[in-house]
T-cell receptor, first 117, second 114 residues
Framework: AQSVTQPDIHITVSEGASLELRCNYSYGATPYLFWYVQSPGQGLQLLLKYFSGDTLVQGIKGFEAEFKRSQSSFNLRKPSVHWSDAAEYFCAVGATEINFGNEKLTFGTGTRLTIIP | SAVISQKPSRDICQRGTSLTIQCQVDSQVTMMFWYRQQPGQSLTLIATANQGSEATYESGFVIDKFPISRPNLTFSTLTVSNMSPEDSSIYLC???????????FGEGSRLTVL
């Protein structure tokens, strides 16, 4: 079974600074990988996803993530954070034997991002 | 994409009562998923709801506690039965309308049990 580890529970960065959120996964083959963001009182929104191909994927809101098979990692990055990026970020892994409409994701425990002026 | 509406958005309930959460999707989907997010925790899949058959529950979740209905391809309900304070959570409905594996989520139903 797959699993996801987000080692950082809480990260604080200054507005305008760069950001990297860590995600490590465990899965027997190449997984499907996702980053979701949850703003206070909101549902989850997909930031980006990796299925195959280019290991550097671009997402919405200026985020990117890099899949590194050798490190079993899928870290999320942003070169310059904005105050509106304050939220909870979840990494998730899906099994590659996904059937149509039968996807089940395993989520990490999340990283809470605080932005200071 | 998919737009998901959940009701209620939040509720405060008494111990021992039951609450039904509704999930409406703007398009037909094969399966709908119910997740629980306990305070300060990640998301845990409760069950997968397939139209026309019984829901499939994950380990640790049972039908008597979390009965699910799926009467058509755009709607599902989750009932939290005989509630206790430990059931205080956000309950999220999600769907994967394509074969890409991307899940779309409702805004969740925040349940507080006193």
């Amino acid at each position: 079974a797959q699993s996801v580890t987000q080692p950082d529970i809480h990260i604080t960065v200054s507005e305008g600074a760069s950001l990297e959120l860590r995600c490590n996964y465990s899965y027997g083959a190449t997984p499907y990988l996702f980053w979701y963001v949850q703003s206070p009182g909101q549902g989850l929104q997909l930031l980006l996803k990796y299925f195959s191909g280019d290991t550097l994927v671009q997402g919405i809101k200026g985020f990117e993530a890099e899949f590194k098979r050798s490190q079993s990692s899928f870290n999320l990055r942003k070169p310059s954070v904005h105050w509106s990026d304050a939220a909870e970020y979840f990494c998730a892994v899906g099994a590659t034997e996904i059937n149509f409409g039968n996807e089940k994701l395993t989520f990490g425990t999340g990283t809470r991002l605080t932005i200071i002026p | 994409s998919a737009v998901i509406s959940q009701k209620p958005s939040r509720d405060i309930c008494q111990r021992g009562t039951s609450l039904t959460i509704q999930c409406q999707v703007d398009s037909q989907v094969t399966m709908m998923f119910w997740y629980r997010q306990q305070p300060g925790q990640s998301l845990t899949l409760i069950a997968t709801a397939n139209q026309g058959s019984e829901a499939t529950y994950e380990s640790g979740f049972v039908i008597d506690k979390f009965p699910i209905s799926r009467p058509n391809l755009t709607f599902s309900t989750l009932t939290v039965s005989n509630m206790s304070p430990e059931d205080s959570s956000i309950y999220l409905c999600s769907v994967a309308p394509s074969s890409t594996g991307e899940l779309f989520f409702g805004e969740g139903s925040r349940l507080t049990v006193l």
